[in-house]
Nanobody, 126 residues
Framework: QLQLVESGGGLVQPGGSLRLSCAAS????????IGWFRQAPGKEREGVSC????????NYADSVKGRFTISRDNAKNTVYLQMNSLKPEDTAVYYC???????????????????WGKGTLVTVSS
């Protein structure tokens, strides 16, 4: 059974850091691009970052560039999102998602996503 399971969310103060993990099972991770998305209360789900199957290329939303880093370890079937210098506006449920292809472009939105995790809550507050 295909699964994406996020972990690592929690409460952090502004300026702090968190590392999210997305553990994949039921498919061969190395063939697919993976993305991180987030949804804040009352807002639409938005793309945060994505990484191609071989980690050769990454995309970031302008709002997180220079603060967030996506990476993957295909041998461990895991994709990570390191989040530094967190701001209150980063508060959201963060989801990892599988793209249908080995490549990804955040500008394409959600149309190429075929599987979602259930999400992990990140709260940035003092």
């Amino acid at each position: 059974q295909l699964q994406l399971v996020e972990s690592g969310g929690g409460l952090v103060q502004p300026g702090g850091s968190l590392r999210l993990s997305c553990a994949a099972s039921g498919f061969t991770l190395e063939y697919y691009a993976i993305g991180w998305f987030r949804q804040a209360p009352g807002k639409e789900r938005e793309g945060v970052s994505c990484i191609r199957h071989n980690a050769g290329r990454t995309n970031y939303a302008d709002s997180v560039k220079g603060r967030f880093t996506i990476s993957r370890d295909n041998a461990k079937n895991t994709v990570y999102l390191q989040m530094n210098s967190l701001k209150p506006e980063d508060t959201a449920v963060y989801y990892c998602a599988r793209y249908r292809n080995s490549w990804c472009f955040l500008e394409d939105g959600l149309k190429d996503i075929d599987y979602w995790g259930k999400g992990t809550l990140v709260t940035v507050s003092s």
